[in-house]
């Protein structure tokens, strides 16, 4: 499974922005997957996860009713949509891959793409 994530940016506090993951992979519904980032410093942390089919999501309580985490299978891709950014959430986001079941741990997914930054400014 290859991940190609895209869409990072600058950005001011306040403002949205919308990240696009795509998946290399056969059959893409059998993989959940997570979005994570990770700032200078500090560890990688959750942000969200999707299921397969894309029917159960996860967001941990500092992004929850911010994020939302989505994917189309027809297209192999899975998406992050941000509003109300804050610089807090300034990070590297990644997304992972694993099959079948979700995790909000990190070394529960097998498969990584490269990063995309994400800068907010105050």
């Known amino acids: 499974v290859q991940l190609q994530a895209s869409g990072g940016g600058l950005v001011q506090a306040g403002d949205s922005l919308a990240l696009s993951c795509e998946a290399s992979v056969r059959t893409f519904s059998a993989y959940a997957m997570g979005w994570f980032r990770q700032a200078p410093g500090k560890d990688r942390e959750i942000v969200a996860t999707?299921?397969?089919?894309?029917?159960?999501?996860y967001y941990p309580d500092f992004v929850r009713g911010r994020f939302t985490i989505s994917r189309d299978n027809n297209k192999n891709r899975v998406f992050l949509q941000m509003n109300s950014l804050k610089p807090d959430d300034t990070a590297v986001y990644y997304c992972?891959?694993?099959?079948?079941?979700?995790?909000?741990?990190?070394?529960?997914?097998?498969?990584w793409g490269q990063g995309t930054l994400v800068t907010v400014s105050s």
């Open positions: 999707i299921s397969g089919r894309g029917g159960t999501t």
């Open positions: 992972a891959a694993r099959p079948i079941v979700a995790s909000m741990v990190p070394d529960d997914y097998s498969y």
